[in-house]
């Protein structure tokens, strides 16, 4: 079965520290996968895809298949990074394909 | 770019009760999913419309749940009636196809609250 973990529902670090959040995934094929950002009072969007291989507001995320890892890393974490992050796994199936969510880490930037 | 459009935002009923939830994609989105997420925890796909068709409902709980897509554009969301389970948070989310490529664009999301 496909499966999305992200093993913290909180990560919490002072402005200016490294932040990596984690995402483990299970799924048989190849898999696309995603980061998902939420900020306070905003809709859910997407923050960067693996197959995109590039940096958004400093994140970025490196596919790992001998893992099955997709981590979330930021060298040097800013106030504004505070929101909920969901790690996301694209299924083809059918021609079609789905999106499978994990749980979510908050991230809590503190001055 | 107004983004996709949802309405209520907000709902607040009693269980055995009807409520519906309405959804504007993106104009010239063809695909709209909608997904329910619970408290702590990430969406789940409930129905995924390409134009008028619903292509993958699965997940959706058909003996309480339905929704149509009529002219290919706006979908309604409907429960009859309500259990206290189905406090979450609805979605609604657009592509401009259902292929790999395409991002999904979320809506702001309705808030369902089963007394």
């Known amino acids: 079965a496909q499966r999305v973990t992200q093993p913290e529902k909180l990560l919490s670090v002072f402005k200016g520290a490294p932040v990596e959040l984690k995402c483990n995934y299970s799924?048989?094929?190849?898999?696309?996968l995603f980061w998902y950002v939420q900020y306070s009072r905003q809709r859910l969007q997407l923050l960067l895809r693996h197959i995109s291989r590039e940096s958004i507001k400093g994140f970025t995320a490196d596919l790992n298949k001998g893992e099955t890892s997709f981590h979330l890393k930021k060298p040097f974490a800013q106030e504004e990074d505070s929101a909920m992050y969901y790690c996301?796994?694209?299924?083809?199936?059918?021609?079609?394909?789905?999106?499978?969510f994990g749980a979510g880490t908050r991230l809590a930037v503190h001055p | 770019e107004a983004g996709v459009v949802q309405s209520p935002r907000y709902k607040i009923i009693e269980k055995k009760q009807p409520v519906a939830f309405w959804c504007n994609p993106i104009?010239?989105?063809?695909?709209l999913y909608w997904y329910r997420q619970n408290l702590g925890q990430g969406p789940e796909l409930l129905i995924r419309y390409e134009n008028e068709e619903a292509v993958d409902d699965s997940q959706l709980p058909k003996d309480r749940f339905s929704a149509e897509r009529l002219k290919g554009v706006d979908s309604t969301l409907k429960i009859q009636p309500a259990e206290l389970g189905d406090s979450a948070v609805y979605l609604c989310?657009?592509?401009?196809?259902?292929?790999?490529?395409?991002?999904?664009?979320f809506g702001p999301g309705t808030r369902l609250t089963v007394l």
């Open positions: 104009s010239g989105h063809n695909t």
């Open positions: 996301a796994l694209r299924r083809i199936s059918g021609g079609y394909n789905k999106l499978i």
């Open positions: 989310a657009s592509s401009h196809r259902d292929r790999v490529a395409d991002t999904q664009y």
């Open positions: 799924y048989s094929g190849s898999p696309e």
